[in-house]
């Protein structure tokens, strides 16, 4: 069975970079997509972007500027690093595999979820 | 961005009722479309994908119809763990977007 592990820091200050890991338990790991999701507090689901197992990245513009998404096929873990935080960014960090149906692709298992807050 | 938008926000059922959940999508989407579960404190969970196509181990009360810009989540017989917020998914264009969520709650 596939698990998905983050870790990180959970606070951190406005400006600082949060930077958070995803260790990747069982199962294949180079034939998949990985991404990840977050949540603010209350509120609803954001896609941040995605890395393809050949290294290739999609973000969301909204974050484009501040995001990047790196894989290590050795340790079989994927990394978030969004700099220059605001309180803005304080939600729930979800790492995700994304499976692949031809062009279909969902988010078909998911880590326990991240706590992240900035606050100073 | 393509803008998803669920309705209701949310509703109140009982056990054993049939519900129905609404997504529009701001374009067509084709059938590119996943429903997700989440339960209160919990990560989201996969459902339904391609619009239709029941996730293995998901029961079978859960359906997924719909194609182009119109889905449709409909749970028959609601259970007591069936009690959450649930969320559709664009999977055609970059950024993958949500939508804003359908809390069912015990009525």
């Known amino acids: 069975q596939v698990q998905l592990h983050p870790w990180g820091a959970g606070l951190l200050k406005p400006s600082e970079t949060l930077s958070v890991t995803c260790v990747v338990d069982g199962g294949p790991f180079t034939n998949y997509d990985w991404g990840w999701i977050r949540q603010p507090p209350g509120k609803g689901l954001e896609w941040i972007g995605e890395?393809?197992?050949?290294?290739?990245?999609d973000y969301n513009p909204s974050l484009e500027s501040r995001v990047i998404i790196s894989l290590d096929t050795s340790k079989r873990q994927f990394s978030l690093n969004l700099t220059s935080v605001t309180a803005a960014d304080t939600a729930v960090y979800y790492c995700?595999?994304?499976?692949?149906?031809?062009?279909?692709?969902?988010?078909?298992?998911w880590g326990r979820g991240i706590v992240v807050t900035v606050s100073s | 961005d393509i803008q998803m938008t669920q309705s209701p926000s949310s509703l109140s059922a009982s056990v054993g009722d049939r519900v129905t959940i609404t997504c529009r999508a701001s374009q067509s989407v084709t059938t590119f479309l996943n429903w997700y579960q989440q339960r209160p404190g919990k990560a989201p969970k996969l459902l339904i994908s391609?619009?239709?196509s029941l996730q293995s181990g998901v029961p079978s009360r859960f359906s997924g119809s719909g194609s182009g810009t119109d889905f449709t989540l409909a749970i028959t017989d609601l259970q007591p763990e069936d009690f959450a917020t649930y969320y559709c998914?664009?999977?055609?264009?970059?950024?993958?977007?949500f939508g804003q969520g359908t809390k069912v709650e015990i009525k």
């Open positions: 890395i393809e197992h050949g290294g290739h990245t």
């Open positions: 391609d619009a239709s």
């Open positions: 998914q664009q999977s055609y264009y970059i950024p993958r977007t």
């Open positions: 995700v595999r994304v499976t692949n149906w031809g062009s279909l692709e969902a988010f078909d298992i």
